[in-house]
């Protein structure tokens, strides 16, 4: 891994690539247990929110791919053209932490209900061994390779396909009709909508870290691939929350006398989608320090992943899914803007050459990212105290008032 332009023989993947990465990641016991939350609004309106909240998430997501194809750079380098050097180390930073804290997540869901899989099965308990052992396979799966994971995730996809729609198709004919059900709880609208852009938006700090080896096809691949399988996901863990009366996805599973599949589910998608946090946090960690071991690097994020996952509390898992939003919707809103105002002069060599000594204050960060970043991240949680949706007045205010200032500039300059 590095940081410079990958190379036209790196340049492997197609479209039915990308289609089958971004369903890998979006097959996953978090985005079925994220769907069981939405359980308060309904059959009807979750359906609605999950499908809405898709089409929101994943346009950025694929438009910032579209970056990475282009410049060949990974997803932090490619912050550097609108933030600058430095202003890309801060994000850097804050996305190594979002990063170690979605695979503690993770291990923390996956391990609980290997847990009570194992205690169902063989009368075995054992949470922190399942941590454990999860985190370490999510590991070696991100230093086997990119040649190696392209093959892996392959084999894997497919399963987990054919596990999942056996699921579905499960949970028609075991359970009684979702509508059926009363909603347990209550959930504004607006925050359930939040909760289910906020997972494609989390994506975004990784997404050029793949489709910089693009051939071809990464937009529609990302953004079909991961719309379809994560509203699938969603679908089921409502559903299921709905005839359950939970949302957490293992009872149904014991429920629909799905034992050993479940197991299988359980571990693979949890890797398939969790040794992407691991590498990107590689990638994120080398923009800082280009000189760093890159496996190295995915040996310590692995390893604090499992350590944060024995500590983490899984109760604050809605608060860490808002707070991801508030960092990277108004982020990834001004690199956008920033690459459909000045893409013609963006010049890769100038953003991979470290300008440091004495003029990192001038050349190192971009002051009006940052503002406009910044005014997005507090209207973010503005709205959300005001119960009226973030995720949209975020992106939209952060965009705005870059696309604004940054036209008014350009307009000086050809004055």
């Not at 979002?98 to 063989?122: K, N, P, R, S």
């Not at 599973?253 to 998608?269: Q, T």
Request: hydrophobic residues 55%.
């Amino acid at each position: 891994m590095r940081l410079a332009p990958t190379t036209p023989k790196e340049r492997n993947l197609r479209q039915s690539d990308f289609f089958l990465l971004w369903a890998g990641a979006a097959i996953s016991i978090m985005e079925i247990f994220s769907g069981g939350l939405l359980a308060p609004l309904g059959l009807v309106t979750g359906i609605l929110v999950i499908v809405f909240g898709h089409v929101i998430g994943n346009t950025p997501l694929a438009l910032a791919g579209l970056l990475g194809q282009e410049k060949g750079v990974t997803s932090m380098v490619s912050v550097r053209f609108s933030f600058g050097i430095r202003g890309s180390h801060l994000f850097a930073v804050l996305n190594i932490m979002q990063l170690i804290g979605w695979m503690a997540v993770m291990e923390i869901v996956a391990a609980d209900a290997m847990d009570t899989l194992t205690q169902h099965l063989f009368s075995y308990t054992n949470p922190r061994l399942w941590i454990v052992g999860i985190g370490a396979l999510t590991t070696f799966w991100a230093l086997s390779g990119e040649r190696a994971w392209r093959h892996l995730n392959r084999i894997a996809v497919t399963f987990l396909l054919i596990l999942t729609a056996f699921i579905t198709y499960n949970v028609f004919f075991v359970f009684e009709s979702p509508l059926s059900f009363h909603p347990p709880g209550h959930l504004p609208l607006a925050l359930g909508l939040d909760l289910v852009i906020a997972m494609p938006i989390s994506w975004l700090p990784l997404v050029s870290d793949y489709s910089r080896f693009a051939k071809r096809g990464s937009f529609w691949g990302t953004w079909v691939g991961y719309f379809i399988v994560s509203s699938w996901m969603y679908f089921v863990g409502l559903i299921s929350a709905l005839s359950a009366g939970e949302a957490m996805p293992t009872q149904a599973m014991l429920v629909l006398g799905l034992g050993m599949p479940a197991m299988f589910i359980v571990v693979l998608s949890t890797v398939t989608s969790d040794y992407l946090d691991v590498y990107s946090s590689a990638a994120s960690w080398l923009n800082i320090w280009p000189h760093a071991r890159d496996k190295l690097a995915m040996i310590v994020a692995g390893a604090l992943g499992i350590g944060v996952a024995l500590v983490f509390p899984i109760e604050q898992y809605q608060n860490f899914l808002l707070w991801i939003g508030s960092v990277f919707c108004p982020l990834f809103a001004v690199v956008i803007t920033d690459y459909i105002v000045k893409r013609r002069e963006y010049d890769v060599e100038e953003v991979l050459r470290e300008m440091g000594g004495r003029y990192w204050y001038r050349r190192g960060f971009n002051p009006k990212a940052i503002a406009a970043w910044a005014v997005g991240l507090a209207v973010y949680w503005l709205a959300n105290y005001l119960g009226v949706g973030s995720s949209i007045p975020s992106m939209l205010s952060a965009a705005g008032l870059y696309y604004l200032i940054e036209i008014r500039a350009i307009g000086r300059r050809n004055y």
